[in-house]
C-alpha cells in the first residue's frame, strides 16, 4: 500500500509549527487508508532529534536529504529531490504547507511528476468507496468552498493552509524508520543562487502562522495610532496586522496586510481595531478561529462576520483591554 | 528584452455586497476586470522595458470576452497581446491552464522574462505561475517584492517570505511572480487606449498551434471538482455598544470574559 506524505518545513535546521500540522492532517488519512504516513525532510544537518520529533508527533517514516547545498529552499532542487523521491517510492498522497514555500514547490513539482494539485485546503477527507482524497478549499475570496478530488493521476497532492488544524501531542514512545536518502547530483539544480536573507527592520511579522492577530485600519486615524496596536499584540503574544487602507497610507509597511492583495491568515484569535471590513479583508481572515471587532461604525461589515464586536470609540475601548492585559499578565509573574 | 505577462480576466468584486438575509456573498451582475493582482505584473514589466528597452507581450486564455482585459493592458502600454481561447480550452484546472499557456508562450518564443501576478482573485490557487515556469524549465521566483537589478543574462530579485525578504539571483530566462510591494500600477493612457481600439489581436487556438490533446481543457485537468458550497459570511455574534465610559468598562468585561470562555486569556 502506498503511503501518505507530508512536507517538512525547517528554518537553520529547527522543524516549524507547520510540520507537526501536516502530520496531524497526513496521520488522519494514513489510518483511514490503513497505510503508513512518512515525512520528507530537506535542509542541511537538521539533528537527528529534530527528525525523531517528527515521529514523534505521527510519521512512521522520516525520509532525510541532507546537503548543504539544499540548506536553503530552492524551488528547482527541492522539486528534483522530490520528484526522484516520488518516482521511487510512489507515495498515494502528498501535502505540503501552504506557505512562500509550499505555494511554490508543490506547483513546480505536480507538472515534472504529472499529478494533480489542490491549493490551500482547509479540509483533506477520504472518499468512502474510492479511496480518494477529498480536498476542500475557499476560492472566490473564501465566498465558495470547493471540493476537489484527483481520480486518475498518483500522487495527489494538495497544500494545507497553516494554522487551519493542530499538531498532535508529542508521544515520545513512538517509534518509527529515520531513512538517510544520499544526494546524488541529478537531484541538484544549480541555475538559482541565494544571495541572502533581509528581516524586516522594523519587526518580525509572520502572519500566516501567528495564533493571534490584532490589526488596525483606516479609524486608527494616523500611523502613530499602530503604536497601541502593537502593545497591544504584544500582550497577546500575538503579532500586528493591518487592512489595505491603512497599508496605502503608509501608516504600516506591506507585508503586515491582510486581505486579498495580501495575505491569508487562520489565527485562533483575530482582533479587528478600526476596520470596516472590506469583502476583500474579510476573504483573508475568513478562516480565523474567532473574530472580534472593534468599530464606532454599527454597520461596519466586520462586525457582522464577527464572534464578538464592541460598537464604540477603539480610543477608549483599546486602552481599556491593554489595561486588563496589562493584570493578567503582571499576576501571573 | 521580451517580456511576456500572461494575465487573467476575473469577475470585479470590489462593489460585491453580501446579502443580508442569507449571509452570503451577491455575485449576480458582477463586472470583469484584468485580475487587480495581474496589474502589478504589467507594471512590473513596464518599468523594466522603460529602463532596458525591448517590448511587453501581453497574454490571457479564456473566452473571447478576454479580448476586452488584453485590450486594457494595451492600452497601459504593452506593445502586443495574444489571446488563448478555444472552446476545448474550457474546464482547465490549474495543471492544464499552466500547460496550454506555457505552450503559447514556446510559441511567441524569444522571451527574456516572464512575470505574472501572484494569483488571481477568483481561483486563488498562485498555482498557474510556477506550473508556467516548471512546463518551460525555466526557474521561478514567486513573490517578488523588489528586483534589485538585472542584466542581459541574470536577474537579482528579493521575494517576500514569512518573516522577511529572501534574495536570490535568477538566470534568463525565467519567471517571476509579484507581490502588490513591488509597483504602483498606471492607468490606461489615451493613447494607449486608441491604439487599443485599432489594434488586431491574434488568437491561439488548437487551430494554430502543436498541443496533446491529452492535456487540454476538462478533459485534461487531473483534478475535478466535485462540489461547490456557498459558506455563510455572517457568524451570528455578540456586538455589543459601547457608547461612554461606563458602558466600554462592561463592554471590555464582557469581551474578556468571552476570550476566557474560548480558553484564549
Redesign the interface.
Known sequence: MSFVWTIAEQHNGKLKDVSFELLARGRKLADKLDTKLASVLIGDKVSEQAMQQLVHRGADEVYSIQDPRLE??I??SY?KVLATLIKTYKPSIVLAAA???G??????????V???????CTELDIEEGTGNL?QTR????????????????RPQMATVRPKSSRPLKEDATRVGKIIAVPVTADML?G??????????ATD???L??AD?IVAGGKGLKKGDNFAMIRKLADS?KGVVGASREAVDRGWIA??H?IG???KTVSP??YIGVGISG???H?AGI?TS?????INSD?DA?L???????????AF??IP??QR??DK?NGGAK | MKIIVPIKQV?E??N?K?DPVT???I?AGVETVVN??DLYALETALRLKEKTGGTVTVLSMGPPQAMKALKEAIAMGCDDAVLVSDRKFGGS???AT??TLAQSIKKIGGYDLVIAGERA???????????I???LDI?????V?KIESMDAKAI?V??????????????LPCLLTV???IAAPRLPTLDGKIRSRQMQIPVFSTENMVLDAAALGLKG???????????K???G???????D?E???V??D???S??ES?G??
Not at chain 1, 103 to 112: D, E, H
Not at chain 1, 138 to 153: E, L
Request: overall charge neutral; proline content about 6%.
Open positions: 536553503n529552499f524551488c528547482e522539486a506557505t512562500s514555500s505555494r511554490t514547490l508543490m506547483p513546480y513539482l505536480a507538472i515534472k504529472n499529478a494533480g494539485l489542490t491549493a490551500d477529498l475557499p476560492a472566490i475570496g473564501g465566498n465558495i468552498m470547493a471540493t476537489i478530488k484527483t481520480p486518475d493521476h539544480d541555475r538559482v543562487k541565494v544571495l541572502g536573507y533581509r528581516k524586516d518580525f511579522v509572520n500566516e502562522e493571534i497577546f506591506y507585508p496586510q486579498l492583495s495580501g485562533k484569535l472590506s469583502i476583500q474579510l475568513k478561529e474567532i473574530i472580534v471587532s454599527p461589515n462586525h457582522k462576520v464577527a464572534d464578538f464586536g464592541i460598537v464604540g470609540d477608549q475601548i481599556e483591554i486588563r492585559m493578567r | 469577475p468584486t470590489s460585491v453580501m449571509g452570503t456573498v455575485r487587480p493582482l484546472d490549474t495543471w499552466s500547460y482573485t477568483d481561483g486563488d490557487t498562485a498555482q498557474v505561475g510556477p506550473g515556469a516548471s512546463w526557474p521561478v521566483a514567486t513573490y517584492a537579482v528579493e521575494r517576500l517570505v514569512e518573516d522577511g525578504y529572501q534574495i536570490l539571483s535568477l538566470p507581490v502588490k510591494e485537468s487531473p483534478t475535478k471538482v466535485v462540489k461547490i458550497d456557498t459558506p459570511v455572517t457568524r455574534g455578540t456586538v455589543v455598544k459601547a457608547g465610559d458602558a466600554v468598562v463592554a471590555v464582557q469581551l474578556m468571552f476570550l474560548k484564549i486569556v
